[in-house]
């Protein structure tokens, strides 16, 4: 005897797509995220301030106005939108476990 789960005509039909558009989103989001992370310049230095003590400079202050900064907040962003992605479509599983199998 197969155990029957009752759901609405509606989430049966959309909860499939959806999940395909999730992971699609997640998929891209990685494939950007490489590509950022490829193209942010190698840094030297990290936790050498620790170390000697010194101030931080104009640049170091102000690292959101260029391009470094600007790859890091899209990573951070894109980062986010994967988090978001992924538990949607862990709670999509939850509502709706078929996801396309056969009943």
Sequence with gaps: MKNLLLV????????????IVLVSIMALSCIVII??????????????NAITG?????????????NEGRIKILIVIL?????????????SYIIYPNN???V
């Excluded at 590509?35 to 050498?48: K, M």
């Design 79 to 91: 980062a986010s939108i994967i988090a978001l992605c992924a538990l949607l479509y862990f709670i």
């Design 100 to 102: 396309g199998g056969a």
């Design 54 to 66: 010194a101030n931080e400079s104009y640049y170091t202050k102000n690292k959101g106005s260029n």
């Design 8 to 19: 609405s005509q509606f989430v049966a039909d959309v909860f499939p797509i959806l999940n």
């Design 35 to 48: 590509i950022a992370i490829l193209a942010c310049p190698p840094q030297s230095g990290i936790g050498s």
